[in-house]
């Protein structure tokens, strides 16, 4: 049997026979030319992974490559480094101090470009500040910043005296903020008076100011004057970032972590309401991340990178702040939205600064594409020699555009499939050696295990299944912060402890490759972001007009899921446009604007199975106009138990 997924045109896709080779000139000068890294990683996975990591700085080597408690991992046990030691300081003793750094541009204009040395010395300042503050290795630090570059510093000053960080996306709600604090317990947040965003100055300090009424673990925080614009502070909690750099020593020395000492902990949305703490650990994640930045970007002394994604989502961890930076790359970072002030923001900073390698979401692509191939056009695109995507998986007509209009032909594509779970990129075709398929991520990295399963587990060769990753990888996560069993549960329980479950629908073709479907769980990718239809229906039911939600993810042009809120009102509240705005904006105040419902539709009832499941599948043929010519029908309740009916028996 099949999962459910939402149906794509993947199924017509698969017989298509359009392939690309990577360019000539890329094939000879790639990081990856040849086959050889697989056949090692097949020989023995685990040595493979430790050939990895050596190319790191270990201060004490491990002792044991991988110990296995199924699902539990430890990777290098035994073994010391430091990820700010093996992002800065290796770097500057070989010589790369003067190096570039980042290239930052904010949405303003401002510039500011950073050598490895500049990066170091900022780093080491506020890593000394952040002692004096009493913060010490284990101890969590909430990170609630705009894209700048001091964004980067506190992350790695963090991992420099050991602190464990968890960022925050600086899109997220006071509520938001304050649960996260909260479940990791951070006695510091480091934020900043505000950001820009199309324009207009988003003001941090003071929705962060609404958490911390609620947020008894926080004893300080350090604020980021970035926009100049009034904001309160509090007496012996808040501190100018400026002030607390000023007086402290330019070295810090950093701290000798344990393998498996934690690095961080991201948030992400899990199937309940609650969002889900994942942990990694030092050794096995910078060692991820480190080599697949290597032979996925092909990054090479003189390229200049630029990830799109913002630190508060992994991408950002990955492949801005430990990724590149292990690698002593050279990137590109941006503040603001690009549309700002035109639409060809982005093809004017890969201009401008010579980008070689970019990476960006399909809900861009396809969102460039809809304002039109004249943007592009207008700038001279020519550094560019690779592209790629992440987030959810790519139509064919996309990733064309993508190919044609931004890689002119010349740039090969990279689409690589990986989760916060993951660490680092797991699915993806390596750009100077496998052939592209528009619309497949491609086959397994080198020492990643991925297999197609069924609902009881058995492997599929080539149809449609669930994916799930076989054997342990050194960026795993390692758990969910303080819920072991929520771990066990969400990723090992479907098989019985077997397998990982990794949420995500597939297939295969003959030729090995990995179609991706969609999630097959409650969880929506909207605009790419993961967003779960519980924590929407309950920021729905908190609003004092709702008797009960149900929340579907539904097909969008652009963000690839819209979020369509089905909801049942309160006697005497009024159906119509004026209780949607509010219920939308109530969403958007709870969790964040990336979780406002593009739809409310108001219903007398929600489908729900026998057990009580809300049954999403039904509701999302509605939305999609699939199921009724007009969804008003669901208001009526003999229309729904017949169609519930019809659905039961499906
Ligand atoms: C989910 C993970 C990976 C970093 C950003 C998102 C979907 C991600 C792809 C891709 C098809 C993809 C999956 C996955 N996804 N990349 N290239 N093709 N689907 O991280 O928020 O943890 O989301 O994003 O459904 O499970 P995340």
Redesign the pocket.
């Known amino acids: 049997m099949s999962p459910h997924v939402p149906k794509t045109e993947v199924d017509d896709l698969l017989h298509e026979d359009r392939v690309f080779e990577p360019p000539l000139v890329f094939k000879n000068n790639a990081n990856v030319k040849d086959h050889s890294l697989y056949k090692q990683a097949q020989k023995n996975r685990v040595m493979f992974w430790e050939q990895c990591a050596k190319r790191l700085h270990w201060s004490k080597p491990w002792s044991k490559a991988l110990q296995w408690d199924k699902p539990f991992a430890k990777w290098f046990v035994g073994g010391k480094l430091n990820a700010s030691y093996n992002c800065l300081d290796r770097h500057i003793k070989a010589n790369f101090g003067k190096k570039t750094a980042i290239l930052w541009e904010g949405e303003n204009g401002d510039e500011r470009k950073l050598t490895y040395e500049e990066v170091y010395l900022e780093v080491n300042k506020l890593a000394n500040a952040i002692k004096v503050l009493g913060i010490n290795k284990g101890d969590r630090v909430a990170i609630y910043l705009p894209m700048v570059p001091e964004a980067v510093f506190a992350m790695l000053a963090c991992s420099r005296i050991g602190a464990v960080h968890t960022v925050v996306f600086g899109g997220f709600s006071a509520e938001a903020l304050k649960d996260r604090i909260n479940d990791a317990q951070a006695k510091l947040l480091i934020t900043a008076d505000g950001g820009y965003r199309r324009g207009s100055a988003v003001a941090l300090k003071a929705t962060a100011d609404a958490a911390l009424l609620h947020t008894p673990s926080i004893q300080d925080t350090i604020v980021v004057k970035r926009t100049g614009a009034e904001v309160a502070m509090k007496e012996g909690r808040d501190h100018w970032y400026h002030d607390v750099v000023r007086h402290v020593p330019n070295y810090c020395q950093p701290e000798e972590m344990d393998s498996e000492d934690l690095l961080f902990i991201l948030y ?1 949305s899990g199937t309940t309401g609650k969002p889900k703490g994942i942990v990694h650990t030092t050794g096995g994640y910078l060692t991820g991340v480190n080599s697949t930045t290597h032979w996925v970007f092909d990054l090479k002394p003189s390229d200049v990178f630029w990830c799109t994604a913002d630190v508060g ?3 950002g961890h990955s492949y801005i702040v430990y990724g590149p930076m292990s690698n002593a790359a050279t990137q590109v970072i941006y503040e603001g939205a690009p549309d700002h002030p035109q639409r060809d923001r982005f093809w004017k900073i890969i201009e401008k600064y010579k980008v070689s390698i970019f990476y960006t979401a399909p809900t861009a692509i396809r969102a460039f594409m809809k304002w039109g191939d004249e943007w592009p056009a207008g700038s001279d695109l020519s550094s560019l020699r690779l592209l790629g ?6 139509n064919p007509e996309a990733w064309m555009w993508y190919y044609e209009q931004i890689g002119r032909h010349r740039c090969p594509v990279v ?7 993951t660490g680092a990129i797991m699915i993806t075709t390596l750009p100077g050696l496998s052939a592209m398929k528009p619309g497949s ?1 491609g086959v397994p990295l080198p020492g990643v295990d991925a297999q197609i399963l069924n609902e009881q587990g058995e492997v599929i060769a080539h149809g449609g299944g669930f994916l799930s990753l076989t054997s342990p990888w050194p960026s795993m996560l390692r758990g969910i912060w303080r819920d072991p069993e929520r771990y066990q549960q969400t990723y090992w329980g479907k098989w019985e402890g077997k397998s990982y479950f ?3 629908g597939t297939k295969r073709d003959q030729d090995g490759y990995f179609w ?1 479907l ?2 097959v769980d409650d969880i929506m ?1 909207v605009a ?3 967003i779960s239809t519980a924590e929407v229906e309950s920021a729905l039911v908190d609003n004092h007009m709702v008797a009960e939600a149900a929340v579907v993810g539904v097909r969008d042009d652009i963000k690839g899921q819209a979020i369509a809120a089905f909801v049942i009102l309160k006697e005497g509240h009024k159906r119509g446009q004026e209780t949607e705005e509010v219920l939308k904006n109530h969403v958007a105040t709870k969790i964040g604007a990336i979780a406002r419902p593009s739809r409310v539709i108001f219903t007398a009832d929600v489908p729900k199975t026998r057990s009580g499941k809300i049954m999403r599948r039904l509701l999302r043929d509605v939305a999609e106009g699939r199921m009724l010519g007009d969804v008003t029908t669901l208001a009526d309740p003999a229309v729904v138990a017949l169609l519930k009916d019809k659905y039961d028996e499906a």
């Open positions: 992400t989502w992994v991408t995507s992440v987030g959810e998986p790519i689409d690589t499939w990986w989760q916060t779970e991520a990794a949420g995500d991706f969609g999630r990718l790419g972001h993961n």
